[in-house]
């Protein structure tokens, strides 16, 4: 079946803009993960879905990431007011039901470029 | 500070030659282990993960890894590698009881010389 889609691939951007990144999960699962992972670096968790709610937040670095998930599928991780240190891939995964020895599914990721 | 080290950021075999590539993690209880493989432009894909039980872990590709609790490690080993091993490499933890988050080391690159 059908794996994690990830959209866009490729994101360039310019300093203080606004951009989305979307997540399409394995249809049925019900945890999704967004993780971020710099150059030379190990992805970093930044958020976890649990259906429609943000069960664990505690990696979002500050107030101008946001993510939804608002009918417990698709997501959308949002940035405002882009800065150059945002400049990484953006990875989602999902899970079938989210316990901490299920697998979870990574996408291909979005690099985001933030000149 | 809780920790998930990979000590080499690199690493060069011959194709046909073996590999271990280390994992060590600090943290106060044994957390769940995973290997993650990375290859360009493709998504991390699982390799094998440990839970409890046996220490040998069988995964896919060929590859094993044996936990060692009293020296907190969970090395990935391969008996013979082929030219498409090459790739970067990543052991995970998540700790148990603190919800499900993959905590991950910074990855091994693994070239394959032919």
């Known amino acids: 079946g059908a794996g994690v889609s990830q959209t866009p691939s490729n994101k360039v951007t310019e300093k203080g803009k606004y951009v989305e990144l979307r997540c399409d999960p394995i249809?049925?699962?019900?945890?999704l993960y967004w993780y971020r992972q710099s150059l030379g670096q190990g992805p970093e968790f930044l958020i976890y879905?649990?259906?429609?709610?943000?069960?664990?937040d505690s990696g979002l670095p500050n107030d101008r990431f946001f993510a939804v998930r608002p009918e417990g599928s698709v997501s959308t991780l949002k940035i405002q007011r882009t800065e150059r240190g945002d400049s990484a891939v953006y990875l989602c995964?999902?899970?079938?039901?989210?316990?901490?020895?299920?697998?979870?599914?990574f996408g291909p990721g979005t690099r985001l470029t933030v000149l | 500070a809780q920790s998930v080290t990979q000590p080499d950021i690199h690493i060069t075999v011959s194709e046909g030659a073996s590999l271990e590539l280390r994992c060590n993690y600090s943290?106060?209880?044994?957390?769940?282990l995973f290997w993650y493989v990375q290859s360009p432009g493709q998504g991390l894909q699982l390799l094998l993960k440990?839970?409890?039980?046996?220490?040998l872990v069988q995964g896919i590709k060929g590859f094993e890894a044996e936990f060692k609790r009293s020296q907190s490690s969970f090395n990935l080993r391969k008996p013979s590698v082929h030219w498409s091993d090459a790739a970067e490499y990543f052991c995970?933890?998540?700790?148990?009881?603190?919800?499900?988050?993959?905590?991950f080391g910074t990855g091994t690159q693994l070239k394959v010389e032919l």
């Open positions: 249809s049925g699962h019900t945890a």
């Open positions: 943290y106060g209880a044994t957390p769940y």
């Open positions: 995970a933890v998540v700790i148990t009881g603190g919800g499900n988050k993959l905590t």
């Open positions: 995964a999902s899970s079938r039901t989210g316990t901490g020895e299920d697998t979870q599914y």
């Open positions: 879905f649990q259906g429609t709610g943000a069960a664990d």
């Open positions: 440990y839970f409890s039980g046996d220490t």
